[in-house]
Every structure is written in C-alpha cells, then in structure tokens.
C-alpha cells in the first residue's frame, strides 16, 4: 500500500472558481470607489455652493443700515476636479438638478 494519497478535486478550487471570485471582488471595489467618488463630489458641491452663496451676502452694495441680505445663489457651476460623468449620475440619483448651461442645482431631500 502506498502513503501516498491523491488529492481530493473537491477539496481543490477549480480555475474558473478562482476567476469569479477575483471577478465579484473588482467589481465590489469598483462599486465602492465609485460610491465614493460621488460622495466626496457632492461634498465638494456643498462646499462650493456655501462660499458662493457666502461671498454673494458679503459683497459692498448693501446699505449700510440694512441687516444684510440673503443670497440669491441657487445653482453653481461644479467643482472641476470631477468629471462630468459624475455629476450627471447625481443628477440621475436625485440629488442635483440641471440648471441649464453647465450648472447644477442642489435639491433639498
């Protein structure tokens, strides 16, 4: 009798295993970058659109004696270090809105 055993194909992961489960965890981490990608976009926006609104309520043509004024900034043009792409899924997801011309508008949830 030999010691030696062969080995059990059960016990071993066939290639075409191995390939799908290197598949399905690109695909997750793509998904997770890309998830986020669009957060830290929209935080950018959120960003942007509160110095812009900021900067509008500090200008000088106010009255001196008057309390201020609010802004009337409601659409930005985007951050550019996003492309596109990104700000059009957000406009797919609900979040932003097509002001016309390149510019995005937030929509309050």
């Known amino acids: 009798m030999s010691d030696i055993t062969e080995p059990n194909s059960e ?38 659109l509160k110095l812009m609104k900021l900067d509008d309520e500090s200008r000088l043509g106010r009255g001196p004696m008057s309390g201020g004024g609010r802004s009337g900034v409601v659409a930005i043009t985007p951050p550019n270090q996003f492309s596109r792409e990104v700000w059009e899924e957000l406009v797919e997801q609900g979040k932003l809105r097509r002001a016309g011309r390149g510019i995005y508008e937030l929509l309050d949830l």
């Open 11 to 48: 016990s071993m992961p066939d290639a075409d295993d191995n390939l799908a489960i290197t598949s399905d965890a690109l695909n997750s981490e793509a998904a997770a970058a890309k998830k986020e990608e669009l957060r830290l976009a929209m935080k950018a926006f959120r960003k942007k």
